[in-house]
């Protein structure tokens, strides 16, 4: 018996950000026999700018936007039946701060090839750009809603940061990042440098670091907008 193979599909960042898909998306999407998309809507559409005259009902669908048992199962009977799957997060890198790493580790127990290909990952750009360390740095999701919750999850981070040099990197949905700035504002130290990546891959992407003291007094306005942050130390 042959698996078939699993491609880790290039997905955009930002709706005009076209520059950042690598010239080889449209043959590995030909490679694939069905899709395991985080937004299926949104990856039809895209997969139909990249390849007009793809028929998109020829395929098999199955949203990951919540990884369950039955999903795993499906996923795994199609590799066994040889079918190749791609796997696509709503934005970036599949497997990265997404649903499809459950999938992925169905596939690694399995034997089967998995074949991740570049995409633009906000994470890494931000951290790219930030003048922080980039050999030692933690990747944290989002932080707890819970005011007391958050201010200790701050300065914790904030403790690491001083005592490893480790850079610390998050994110916040669009219409919460304003409060968790100014969450960060009260609980860092005034030197503690914050970097904030704004609609990266974007006509308006921003990449800048500086001091909470200065983000203070130079309040930005993030609300709706995808951002990245990240606190640590510059060389």
């Known amino acids: 018996m042959t698996l078939g193979k699993v491609y880790l599909l290039p997905m955009l960042l930002h709706e005009e950000g076209w520059e950042s898909i690598p010239a080889g998306t449209l043959q590995w999407i030909q490679q694939c026999d069905a899709f395991f998309a985080e937004n299926e809507k949104t990856t039809r559409r895209y997969f139909k700018k990249i390849w007009k005259e793809m028929v998109i009902d020829n ?17 795994t009977q199609l590799l066994q039946e040889g079918k190749n799957i791609g796997i696509i997060s709503e ?5 990265i701060a997404d649903p499809g790493q459950q999938l992925v580790a169905a596939a690694q127990n399995m034997g089967a090839i998995v074949k991740p290909y570049v995409a633009p990952s906000s994470l890494l750009l931000a951290l790219m750009a930030s003048g922080m360390n980039g050999q030692l740095f933690q990747f944290h999701g989002y932080l707890p809603i819970d005011a007391l919750e958050r201010k200790k999850k701050i300065q914790a981070l904030e403790a690491d940061t001083k005592q490893r040099g480790c850079t610390q990197i998050f994110i916040e949905t669009p219409y ?5 700035l100014e969450a960060l504002l ?31 007094n130079n309040l930005p306005d993030l609300h709706k907008k995808l951002v990245v942050f990240l606190i640590g130390a510059v060389s």
Not at 59 to 75: G, L, R
Request: aromatic content about 6%; hydrophobic content about 35%.
């Open 176 to 180: 919460r990042n304003n409060q968790l």
């Open 186 to 216: 009260q609980n860092l130290h005034p030197t503690t440098k914050i970097c904030i990546g704004v609609e990266i891959t974007g006509p308006s992407e921003t990449i800048q670091t500086a001091t909470a003291s200065h983000w203070k």
């Open 59 to 75: 395929y098999a669908w199955h949203s990951i936007h919540k990884v369950e048992q039955a999903q795993i199962q499906i996923f």
């Open 91 to 95: 934005a970036g890198c599949a497997g």
